[in-house]
């Protein structure tokens, strides 16, 4: 991590700081990116499917063909061939219907990860430009001591935030059976999330809390 080293100097301390948050921005923009990629290519390939013979429409259609033919004169269900292809099409159509729903859940954890994704880096973006703009500027001692705290405090609300999006995807997906995929596509992100803030809500609490020395004379 970049931020572990301790800031022996005021300019150890600036660079450390900036270091923490060019990491922070880095593994943001590295989950953003594997979500995006990861969602559109599973809505590619679903789409993609989706453009294929009607496969839905089969089981229907099979399970059409099946008539009265397929019983006997009691009403009983026949035992010859045309009863098996009765209970063959009940059989495809069930499997169908597991299948569809799977393959719902799937893009619906997709269409999760590419609107989290879109969204994670439009805020790397925001935040280099920020990062770029301290860099030019060149922050004193004191000025990255700020920044690094208003870091922790930011990573640390957010890990809070992450919580909740953790527990409401939970939620989501227990409560509500056709947002299942949804819902495990925000626990999914929410734990991603989770993880970055904490490890640099961390890193950018030591630094912060570390006094740099100024040499024999003692701390600036």
């Known amino acids: 991590m970049a931020g572990t ?19 922070l921005l880095r593994g943001l923009a ?3 990116g594997a979500s995006v990629a990861a969602g559109l290519v599973v809505t590619a390939l679903k789409r993609g499917s989706d453009r294929g013979p009607a496969a839905a429409e089969r089981p229907t259609q099979i399970a059409s063909g099946v008539g009265p033919r397929d019983r006997t004169a009691d009403g009983q269900p026949s035992r010859g061939p045309d009863g098996l292809l009765a209970a063959a099409a009940h059989g495809f159509d069930v499997g169908a219907s597991m299948r569809t729903t799977s393959t719902s859940t799937v893009g619906d954890v997709a269409r999760q990860a590419l609107g989290w994704g879109l969204v994670d880096l439009a805020i790397v973006g925001w935040g280099l ?4 703009r301290a860099r030019r500027s060149g922050l004193t001692p004191e000025a990255a001591r700020a920044r690094g705290r208003r870091m922790a405090r930011g990573t640390g609300v957010n890990a809070v935030l992450d919580v909740g999006y953790v527990a409401s ?18 626990v999914v992100q929410g734990l991603a999330l989770l993880w970055l803030d904490v ?22």
Do not use: K
């Open 199 to 220: 490890r640099h809500a961390s890193a950018f609490r030591r630094l912060t809390s570390a006094v740099p020395d100024s040499g024999p004379g003692g701390p600036t």
């Open 169 to 186: 995807g939970v939620a989501l997906a227990a409560r509500a059976p056709r947002r299942r995929g949804d819902g495990l596509g925000i």
């Open 129 to 132: 430009r920020g990062l770029r």
């Open 30 to 32: 590295l989950w953003a």
């Open 5 to 23: 080293a301790r800031a022996g100097t005021g300019a150890d301390l600036v660079a450390a700081v900036l270091d923490e948050e060019r990491a």
